[in-house]
């Protein structure tokens, strides 16, 4: 296995580290809800799914939840 033969610098490292940060999310605020989304996904208002500013799925909540309700994620039996 390779190993540098010299001790890299701290100035050196740092250089290389200098573009290594962290960019805020894009958030969008929807025309016809007013709510705050992260952009190109969907989100849930009210119950209800949306995408692109359009209804995708009415009372998506109501569908969702059995699924979730069905899983408890504990191991009491």
Request: with cysteine; glycine share 6%.
């Amino acid at each position: 296995m390779a190993h540098p033969k010299r001790r890299t610098s701290t100035a050196t490292r740092d250089k290389r580290r200098s573009h290594h940060k962290l960019t805020p999310k894009a958030v969008t605020i929807c025309p016809n809800t007013g709510e705050l989304h992260l952009r190109h996904k969907a989100y849930v208002v009210d119950g209800d799914l949306y995408h692109n500013g359009q209804l995708a799925i009415k009372n998506y909540t109501s569908v969702a939840a059995p699924a979730a309700a069905g899983d408890t994620g504990s191991d009491e039996e």
